[in-house]
Each structure stands twice: as C-alpha cells, then as structure tokens.
C-alpha cells in the first residue's frame, strides 16, 4: 500500500506563489512517477506536471513557464512550485503516485487534494 500526504494549498492573490509539498509513504512497493493534477469545479482532472524516477519532467501547456515540479527521491516527496499564478489556476490539486507492486502489478495511488485558490 502507499499512502500520500499533501500539503500546502491556500488563498493567493493573482501574481503570487505557492509550494505543495506530496510525501509518499510505502512498504514495498516501488514508486515511479510522481505528478500532480488538478480539477476545477465542474472541469476534469488534468495533469499538471509529472516527473519520474529518473528526473524527466512533463507539464501541462497552461502551466510551462510558471510551475516547476521536482522530486526528493530519498524522501518519496514530491513537490509543486507555482508561481505568476493566476485565477484560473484555482482547483483542488490532487498528489498522484504510479507505483509497481511486488508482484509486479502497476497501481496508481492518490492523495486527498488540497484546495488552492488564487484570488483575482
């Protein structure tokens, strides 16, 4: 099993910057990718950023520029710098975790959100 934490969400006025921080907790099984998505009311959840194990990194075209996403491997944390954030921005931002089991087996796990809301 693997269990995800996040934290760091918030109000911020237009322009302003916040961290999230997302801290995987595992027994045993092995985690590969780490990324963030977000959704807004009404909307789908979309990625945000992802990066890999290996430190390759992907993000979503609204976000290139602004966000930067990185990853402690020894800690199973990753993180989400935004900054220049703006009110379309506001979502509630979900840690996800794709993991392979001891058997092998792919699983994806994610963490409970965390609101960020960027005020105009």
């Known amino acids: 099993q693997v269990q995800l934490v996040e934290s760091g969400g918030g109000l911020v006025q237009a322009g302003g910057s916040l961290r999230l921080s997302c801290a995987a907790s595992s027994s045993s099984f092995r985690i590969n990718a780490m990324g963030w998505y977000r959704q807004a009311p009404a909307k789908q959840r979309e990625l945000v950023a992802i990066?890999?194990?290996?430190?390759?990194?992907n993000y979503a075209d609204s976000v290139k520029g602004r966000f930067t996403i990185s990853r402690d491997n020894a800690k199973n944390t990753v993180y989400l710098q935004m900054n220049s954030l703006k009110p379309e921005d506001t979502a509630v931002y979900y840690c996800?975790?794709?993991?392979?089991?001891?058997?092998?087996?792919?699983?994806?796990?994610w963490g409970q959100g965390t609101q960020v809301t960027v005020s105009s």
């Open positions: 990066t890999t194990s290996g430190g390759s990194t």
């Open positions: 996800n975790a794709e993991t392979t089991t001891p058997w092998g087996a792919r699983r994806d796990y």
